[in-house]
């Protein structure tokens, strides 16, 4: 089994972006700069909008982290999206999902700048993407596509399984890797909570994407030899022999399932880091369609 380790291909796909930035900086042009909308103090929430700040400071982008206490009203906070979508020094925010329940987050996406949607969670993109056009990908699909690639795993005629069909992860991945493209060109099956015999579907799989949020779901006995896994998963599950309570585990029995597999993703380390990359990337290319 091999690891398609995420954390080292993030490593080097920003030390790529910090090439470019350094000639951005060496030719004048402006410094990629995000923008990170955080409201509340979700634990989850506040770790990830930290690993974001922290990596525009690896690649060299300028950031800005706007924090907001739980009560801020919609009208609010769409304000503040407002003034991002006006502000020329801002080239991409995104709004850390999700938000306090009195606030729609539909209604939060749809007031984002299409041209600034770096999280690519905007109709306008994900249209766009659906239709192979030119646009922000979704970081968390794009990471997987990136990891998918770089590693030289073949999807072209692969029957690819994914699990979940979320707006920001399993739809999105299962139209990309069906497209006529580099990373497609594969036959997918978009399973979910009302799927049934879902085993019928992950036995036959060559990929399995597991993106349903439920901790080691998926087990040994319900994958094929030689498969290939992305466990977007990341689960906090209490573990008294840790420091912090928790530990964080995916969505498939690693030690299982890895015992199977020709790839698996690790978490941590596997696509988290990718999700972070792509959101660096789609903010490089932000900065570029402004010059
Ligand atoms: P979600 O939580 O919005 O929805 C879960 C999905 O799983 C639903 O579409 C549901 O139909 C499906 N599902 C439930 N039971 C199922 C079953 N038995 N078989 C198949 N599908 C089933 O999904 P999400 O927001 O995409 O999050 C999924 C997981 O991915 C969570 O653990 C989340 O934390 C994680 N996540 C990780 C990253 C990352 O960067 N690694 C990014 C986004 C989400």
Known sequence: MELLDG??????????????????????????HLAAILVGENPASESYVRNKVRSCEEVGFESTLIRKDE??????????????????????????????????????????????????????????????????LPATPYGILLLLERAGIETNGKHIVVMGRSNIVGTPISILLSRKSNVGNATVSLTHSRTKNLTEFTKKADIIIAALGIPEF??????????????????????????????????????GVGAKASHITPVPGGVGPMTV???????????????
Do not use: W
Request: aromatic share 4%; net charge negative.
């Open 277 to 291: 990359t792509a959101l660096m990337l789609n903010t490089l290319k932000a900065v570029k369609m402004v010059d």
């Open 218 to 255: 998926l087990k040994a006995d319900m994958v094929k030899e030689g498969v290939v896994i992305v466990d977007v998963g990341i689960n906090r599950v209490e573990d008294s022999s840790k420091k912090r309570g928790y530990r964080l585990v995916g969505d498939v029995d690693f030690e």
């Open 71 to 136: 009560s801020i009203t919609e009208q609010e906070l769409l304000e503040i999206v407002d003034r991002l979508n006006a502000n020329d020094d801002v080239h991409g925010f995104i709004v850390q999902l999700p938000l306090p329940r009195h606030i729609d987050p539909i209604k939060v996406t749809l007031r984002i700048d299409p041209k600034k949607d770096v999280d690519g969670f905007h109709p306008n993109n994900f249209g766009k993407m659906a239709q192979g056009l030119d646009c922000f």
């Open 7 to 32: 954390r080292a291909l993030s490593k080097q796909i920003k030390s790529e972006i910090a090439k470019e930035v350094d000639l951005l900086k060496a030719t004048g042009k402006d410094i990629p």
